[in-house]
């Protein structure tokens, strides 16, 4: 059971990058696949979900309008488009899976290794 983060480096702000996550199985319709970061010195935090049966998503406000998480089902594989990046969301950008809706990382409980998402001002 492992999950794979890619796609991060580092960028301009107002550029855009796209981050994967691939799953080493098969996601279930009812499980909640969620994008979260932790920059240096801070805690992790949610910055998006989707429910995998249903494609609905959710956000947080800071990235709202500006980032995208998709999935494909087939090839068990998540998605976060972030475009018009600013310095401050530089992270390490982590997927996880979870049984349900949530927004505090303690309730996935599956986690990739993360990403680094350096960007430049």
Same mark, same amino acid.
């Given at each position: 059971v492992q999950l794979q983060a890619s796609g991060g480096g /580092? @960028?301009?702000?107002?550029?855009? /990058?796209?981050?994967?996550?691939?799953? !080493? %199985?098969?996601?279930? !319709? !009812? !499980? @909640?696949?969620? %994008?979260?970061?932790?920059?240096?010195?801070?805690?992790? @935090?949610f910055v998006a979900a989707i429910r995998w049966g249903t494609g609905r998503t959710y956000y947080a406000d800071s990235v709202k309008g500006r980032f995208t998480v998709s999935r494909v089902n087939a090839e068990n594989t998540m998605y976060l488009q972030m475009?018009?990046?600013r310095a401050e969301d530089t992270a390490v950008y982590y997927c996880a899976r979870g049984n349900e809706l949530a927004y505090a990382p303690a309730q996935y409980k599956s986690w990739g290794q993360g990403t680094q998402v350096t960007v430049s001002s």
């Open positions: /580092l @960028v301009q702000a107002g550029d855009s /990058l796209r981050l994967s996550c691939a799953a !080493s %199985w098969r996601i279930f !319709s !009812s !499980s @909640v696949m969620g %994008w979260f970061r932790q920059a240096p010195g801070k805690e992790r @935090v475009n018009s990046l």
